[in-house]
């Protein structure tokens, strides 16, 4: 039995990924700003923050709360925050586009420090980001998540370097478009979800469940030689030419 901490647990991934670790017997830790969310999560193995992930006071208590559920010892941490905001620079405020800045690479920045430091405590660990395709294959309209998701994946192989001797492992996910609310405004129009998968080698979009059934395997199962790796799950849409 481990203990977990989920910061942005609230979104469709994290609902998913907290049900399969208390499945498995964890102690789980959520950090979300939406409570009405996490409503039915009542498992005793399950304790609820509302918060923002930006909030440094939050991510520390989040993370002392893991490290006692996990007598001492935090496991591992998923970071699951994201945002999508699609539009071109010259239609881009910067308010909007520092706000993407903020949500999805500020917030990780913060869960990694704060949680690694605990981790160098425990002798090691496990934390996984989430990035996007976007991150890697430049996509029309989405240079703000680029920028951003670009960060995290960069950040992600260096914090896997600085930690790698203090048993620390750092790996993200890299989901293409995947069915969940986040995906909302491009699956809502039967068009623009065609014009989506048409671009997808395997031809159709991502199941939540495989996000999670990875996250899963990198916070648990994973071998102990996989960090600073970017897992592109995606369909081949990054690597393979259809």
Same mark, same amino acid.
């Given at each position: 039995?481990? /203990?977990?901490?989920l910061? %942005?647990?609230?979104?469709d991934i994290?609902?998913?990924?907290?049900?399969?670790?208390?499945e #498995?017997?964890?102690?789980? +830790?959520?950090v979300a700003?939406? !409570?009405?969310?996490?409503?039915n999560? *009542?498992?005793?193995s399950?304790?609820?923050?509302? %918060?923002?992930a930006?909030?440094?006071?939050v991510i520390?208590?989040a993370v002392?709360?893991?490290?006692?559920?996990?007598e001492?010892?935090?496991?591992?941490?998923?970071?699951?925050?994201?945002s999508l905001?699609?539009?071109? @620079?010259?239609?881009m405020?910067? =308010?909007a586009f520092?706000?993407?800045?903020?949500?999805?690479l500020?917030?990780?920045f913060? &869960?990694?420090? +704060?949680?690694?430091?605990?981790?160098l405590?425990?002798?090691?660990?496990?934390?996984?980001?989430t990035?996007?395709?976007?991150?890697?294959?430049?996509?029309? *309209?989405? =240079?703000? +998540?680029?920028a951003a998701? %670009?960060?995290? !994946?960069?950040?992600?192989? /260096?914090?896997?370097?600085?930690?790698?001797r203090?048993? $620390?492992?750092? *790996?993200?996910?890299?989901?293409?478009?995947?069915d969940?609310?986040?995906?909302? @405004?491009?699956t809502?129009?039967e068009n623009?979800?065609?014009?989506?998968?048409?671009? +997808? @080698?395997? #031809?159709r $979009? *991502? !199941?939540?469940e !495989?996000i999670v &059934?990875?996250i899963?395997?990198?916070?648990?199962d994973a @071998?102990?030689?996989?960090?600073?790796?970017?897992?592109h799950?995606?369909?081949?849409?990054?690597?393979?030419?259809?």
């Amino acid at each position: 039995m481990g /203990s977990f901490l989920l910061v %942005g647990g609230s979104s469709d991934i994290g609902l998913g990924l907290c049900e399969r670790l208390v499945e #498995n017997q964890h102690k789980v +830790i959520i950090v979300a700003r939406d !409570e009405t969310r996490l409503k039915n999560l *009542n498992d005793d193995s399950v304790v609820k923050i509302i %918060g923002d992930a930006n909030n440094e006071d939050v991510i520390k208590e989040a993370v002392v709360l893991a490290t006692e559920s996990g007598e001492g010892k935090i496991d591992g941490v998923a970071h699951l925050v994201g945002s999508l905001a699609l539009r071109p @620079p010259h239609a881009m405020k910067l =308010e909007a586009f520092e706000e993407v800045i903020k949500i999805n690479l500020t917030s990780a920045f913060v &869960t990694l420090s +704060i949680a690694c430091k605990q981790m160098l405590r425990n002798g090691g660990g496990r934390v996984v980001f989430t990035s996007s395709v976007a991150g890697s294959l430049g996509l029309v *309209n989405h =240079e703000a +998540i680029s920028a951003a998701k %670009g960060g995290v !994946e960069s950040m992600v192989r /260096s914090a896997a370097a600085t930690y790698s001797r203090r048993g $620390i492992r750092v *790996n993200a996910v890299a989901p293409g478009l995947t069915d969940t609310r986040l995906s909302y @405004p491009i699956t809502k129009s039967e068009n623009s979800k065609k014009a989506a998968v048409d671009r +997808i @080698p395997i #031809n159709r $979009i *991502n !199941e939540a469940e !495989e996000i999670v &059934t990875t996250i899963n395997w990198l916070l648990t199962d994973a @071998p102990d030689n996989i960090t600073g790796q970017i897992f592109h799950l995606d369909g081949g849409m990054s690597k393979v030419r259809n």
